[in-house]
């Protein structure tokens, strides 16, 4: 009777080896090779499952944002939603060894985007996370009252959505410049400074 193969474990199997490899030696370090030997297979084996590097890097990054929404359903969002938004907006910037990881692997996959379509695509549903989650930041902030009236919600958004694109690049090119306590105040104070009106209120000439 032939084997059955469920290929379902297998990745998941496959998962846990190249995150071990990605944990350890850096994202850069996970080729078909290394997760080959981590998970014990043969890399013909493996390649059954991953032709290509950038096949390799998307799963890891799926795996990531997996890993990203696991985190948000078990985290505790109860307090003052200003608290709560940065706590929020925190879990996307790599900000311990485990998000410096996953961050690795992004930016191994976005370096890939203008040659490769599936880069392309795993990387812009990774924005589209990170974009959902500043809009989500900011109306609850606005609703809260901690944004001045004066400023357009889907414009802060994508500030906010920019911002946390260059805290992230820059924490991870240059942590000894922006540790992660430089990150999390830089974070605090555009997040305190939304309150602040752009015009000054107009002058009564009555």
Do not use: C
């Not at 846990?16 to 043969?42: F, H, K, L």
């Amino acid at each position: 009777m032939p084997k059955i193969v469920d290929h379902e474990a297998r990745r998941a199997e496959l998962a846990e080896a190249m995150w071990r490899v990605v944990y350890r030696d850096g994202a850069a370090a996970a080729t078909v090779r290394s997760i080959a030997t981590e998970a014990g297979w043969s890399p013909g084996a493996l390649r059954h499952y991953f032709t290509t590097q950038t096949e390799l890097l998307a799963f890891a990054l799926e795996h990531v944002m997996a890993k990203a929404t696991e985190r948000f359903h078990a985290g505790d969002w109860n307090g003052p939603v200003r608290d709560t938004v940065q706590r929020l907006l925190e879990e996307l910037l790599p900000l311990d060894q485990q998000r410096v990881r996953e961050m690795e692997v992004w930016l191994l996959l976005a370096a890939r985007v203008p040659a490769d379509p599936l880069a392309r695509t795993r990387v812009a549903e990774a924005d589209d996370g990170v974009r959902r989650a500043t809009e989500l930041a900011v109306t609850a902030l606005a609703d809260a009252g901690l944004v001045a009236p004066d400023r357009d919600v889907p414009t802060e958004a994508t500030r906010l959505h920019a911002l946390l694109d260059g805290l992230a690049l820059h924490a991870l090119l240059h942590p000894d410049l922006m540790p992660p306590d430089r990150v999390r105040a830089a974070l605090a104070h555009h997040l305190d400074d939304l309150r602040r009106a752009t015009r000054p209120p107009a002058a009564d000439t009555s």
